[in-house]
């Protein structure tokens, strides 16, 4: 009984000795924590940035429910690039990088310096853009526009042709898709990308002469009849961007979801994934990128 009794004691001792107290863990948990969220915040303020698209404005290139990866270190950085904050920490960028013509490119609104928006790049300061017919000119020469083969999208939660009911086509008997007229645009620097034309003679195809401001850019979407772009005054639409409002540049799909998922049903991730679209690269054709 005696030795038993000890033996025990001896037990109890031991685990006593190797024990870590409680309130340690929890300190070390919240170290840890502590340097994971600061990691991320730094990587999210400094390197990368994720977004997701919530419009047409951008297709073919972007479509609704595309999850994109932005480059926040490509253009340098400014008082926009610290996520979630609205604090005047200094004017201008700093570390600042040359955009290059036919960037796609995440700023903020110049309207209310808050809201997000992605255009692609087409006016440099100084350029002189103007639309004629539908065909972009920079510096009065004409951007070169090549018809190919029509854009098909299938009908879904996060896509549909009810605005240009015109394009709807009939793939199968449970499936319905916008087919849209579809052109290769290439620019002086030899970049190119597709754009749509959906409307023969739209609001904006033709324009007058814009002249980019010093510090500031034009931007369009690639969905020409859809976007509200610099084509549009600062007070409905984009008007130019300033240099100031760049966010970073888009640089990749991650994801890409039809519409048709719930959060709560984790395989429905799978099934509404559009894979075609997964891990396309944003860098225009021709760039070295």
């Not at 073919?60 to 904050?85: C, E, M, N, Q, R």
């Not at 008997?173 to 645009?185: G, K, L, V």
């Not at 509404?272 to 891990?279: E, K």
Request: with cysteine; glycine share 8%; proline share 6%.
């Amino acid at each position: 009984m005696d030795k038993t009794a000890q033996n025990k004691g001896t037990q109890s001792t031991d685990a006593t000795e190797v024990e870590v107290p409680k309130e340690e863990n929890i300190f070390d948990l919240m170290k840890i924590v502590f340097y994971g969220l600061a990691f991320a915040f730094v990587l999210r303020v400094l390197a990368f940035e994720p977004f997701v698209i919530p419009s047409e404005s951008m297709l073919p290139t972007l479509a609704t429910g595309d999850y994109i990866i932005i480059s926040k270190s490509s253009y340098g950085y400014s008082k926009h690039s610290l996520p979630f904050v609205s604090v005047d920490l200094f004017d201008g960028r700093i570390m600042e990088s040359p955009v290059e013509r036919g960037d796609v490119a995440v700023f903020k609104l110049p309207r209310d310096n808050s809201s997000d928006y992605i255009k692609r790049i087409i006016g440099l300061p100084g350029d002189k853009v103007q639309m004629i017919n539908g065909v972009l000119f920079i510096n009065g020469q004409a951007v070169k526009k090549v018809r190919v083969d029509d854009f098909v999208i299938k009908e879904t939660p996060n896509t549909n042709c009810n605005r240009f009911p015109m394009y709807r086509v009939t793939l199968d008997a449970e499936t319905t898709a916008c087919s849209y007229p579809q052109y290769r645009e290439t620019l002086p620097n030899g970049r190119s990308y597709m754009t749509l034309d959906l409307l023969p003679a739209g609001n904006n195809d033709t324009t007058r002469v814009f002249t980019v401001p010093a510090g500031h850019y034009f931007g369009m979407g690639d969905n020409r009849d859809n976007s509200t772009d610099s084509r549009y005054p600062v007070a409905r639409g984009v008007g130019f961007i300033p240099a100031e409002n760049l966010v970073g540049r888009a640089s990749v799909i991650f994801w890409s979801t039809d519409g048709a998922s719930s959060w709560l049903l984790p395989w429905t991730w799978f099934s509404a994934m559009r894979g075609d679209r997964v891990f396309n690269s944003l860098s225009p054709a021709g760039s070295a990128d």
